[in-house]
């Protein structure tokens, strides 16, 4: 028994061993995220002071869209065949580099509203490398049994990323400028490749399913094979495929529909609740680890809650009521994210986590551009003069929705892209395949 004992004890060290290494990492990426999310809060300010229009925001989150999905199958490839640790290092590096750019181009008053559109589509590129090398790599670090609380505390730094920094920004913002916001950025990256240097990222072959030859094609349709093999999977990446489209098709107009308002500090506030709605959802998922039976059904149960919270972020040009829609928003996808992210993660080979991943994310992000190319010019054209005083819509049953004034054709898109998610939630609830990935068996080791 004394054997068996230390045994379970020896056993025990390393998965906390293992787990802090975890930990380590995301907490330099979260220092890092945060440090982002300043600066691009102050891009955001200065955008809007420039142009006044929605038109903006929505080909700035265009150019930071595309690289995830040009770049997938290479970046896939990537973090399946070459040392993942190397990318985020690389990655992160290269994040730094551009900030430090950027900080330069502010300092001199040399900024304009096209090179944020070219800044954000280099700085998305690297991200995009970084992000699959990353996500594949958590499954090789976390034991099996802690993979719900790894994702959870992921879950948690993105919503730190969208509830601190709005309140840090816009509390520095007129003190030191969007120059110090970046200085800030800059400095936060040592977190991030310090965390990284100090944790060892196990090496695994990649999986060959199917592949003849390495290449990029031959690794994109690698990823799509795999992702059709898995029951359910493809299913899921389409209906993730509208979800993010209703939900980018409604965010991507945020700033304009409460600045106008609220302002930018109006603007913070609610973007802190946003984010404040993500901790809550990602700590309890962190501590709870998620349901482990009926996984699918629990994540559209809590997608329909953001759509419903979509809506009401819409209904009404108040703070609190587009703080309240917001926080039922990313409670919901927080809390639903998290034990759909296990279930890849423990239905996939290790060594094909990259690619597959890839191949969702090309399939789940490619409806996301339409999303951008559409809101912006529908809302500066078509329905915000239509619900301004003595618009075409002025008079219509609309105004009791959503009212009337500046920001309300942004609302309105608010309220169709809400409807839109909760219809596309309705639609795969009903369809059995969503569901057959649960009974797959676990392919990843404890």
Same mark, same amino acid.
């Given at each position: 028994m004394g054997d068996i004992d230390e045994g379970r004890d020896a056993m025990g060290a390393q998965v906390t061993k293992r787990f802090s290494s975890f930990v380590l990492v995301w907490a330099g990426q979260l220092v890092s995220t945060l440090g982002s999310g300043m600066s691009s809060f !102050?891009?955001?300010?200065w955008l809007f002071a420039e142009t006044g229009a929605a038109t903006p925001f929505a080909l700035a989150a265009l150019t930071g869209t595309l690289p995830a999905i040009l770049f997938a199958p290479l970046a896939g490839s990537l973090a399946d065949r070459r040392n993942r640790k190397a990318i985020v290092l690389v990655s992160d590096s290269l994040q730094a580099a551009l900030t430090l750019c950027l900080l330069v181009i502010v300092s001199r008053g040399l900024l304009e509203t096209w090179m944020v559109y070219v800044l954000t589509f280099a700085s998305s590129t690297f991200q995009a490398f970084q992000e699959p090398a990353w996500t594949a790599a958590i499954p090789t670090i976390v &034991?099996?049994? @802690?993979?719900? +609380? @790894?994702?959870?505390? *992921?879950?948690? *730094?993105?919503s730190l990323a969208s509830l601190l920094p709005p309140v840090m920004a816009g509390a520095l913002?007129?003190?030191? !400028? =969007?120059?110090?916001l970046v200085a800030i950025d800059l400095a936060s990256y040592a $977190? @991030? =490749?310090a965390g990284m240097l100090t944790t060892r990222i196990p090496r695994v072959p990649p999986s060959e399913l199917g592949l003849k030859r390495p290449g990029i094609l031959s690794e994109a349709v690698f990823g799509f094979r795999y992702m059709a093999r898995v029951s359910g999977m493809l299913t899921l990446a389409l209906y993730f495929a509208c979800v993010n489209f209703a939900l980018n098709f409604a965010f991507v107009l945020l700033g304009p529909m409460v600045m106008p308002f609220g302002g930018s500090v109006g603007y913070g506030a609610v973007q802190a609740v946003f984010g404040l709605g993500g901790v809550a959802g990602g700590i309890v998922a962190a501590v709870w680890g998620g349901p482990r039976t +009926? +996984?699918? &059904?629990?994540?559209l149960a809590m997608f329909a809650l953001s759509g419903l919270g979509v809506i009401v972020a819409g209904l009404r040009p108040s703070l609190w009521t587009v703080s309240a829609g917001l926080f039922a928003v990313m409670l919901g996808l927080q809390l639903g994210g998290a034990p759909l992210q296990? =279930?890849?993660q423990t239905k996939i080979a290790p060594g094909a986590q990259g690619r597959t991943r890839s191949a969702r994310s090309m399939v789940s992000m490619s409806l996301m551009p339409v999303a951008f190319l559409s809101a912006g010019p529908l809302a500066d054209r078509v329905f !915000? &003069?239509?619900?301004? $005083?003595g618009g075409a819509l002025s008079s219509s049953p609309l105004t009791a929705v959503v009212g009337v004034g500046a920001g309300r054709g942004e609302a309105l898109i608010f309220v169709a892209g809400g409807a839109l998610l909760l219809a596309a939630t309705v639609v795969v609830s009903l369809s059995p395949k969503a569901r057959r990935i649960e009974s797959l068996p676990d392919l990843i080791d404890a």
């Open positions: !102050g891009l955001v300010v &034991p099996k049994d @802690a993979l719900g +609380r @790894a994702n959870g505390l *992921s879950s948690v *730094s993105g913002y007129g003190t030191i !400028g =969007l120059g110090g $977190a @991030a =490749l +009926r +996984r699918v &059904p629990f994540t296990m =279930l890849f !915000g &003069p239509a619900l301004e $005083a």
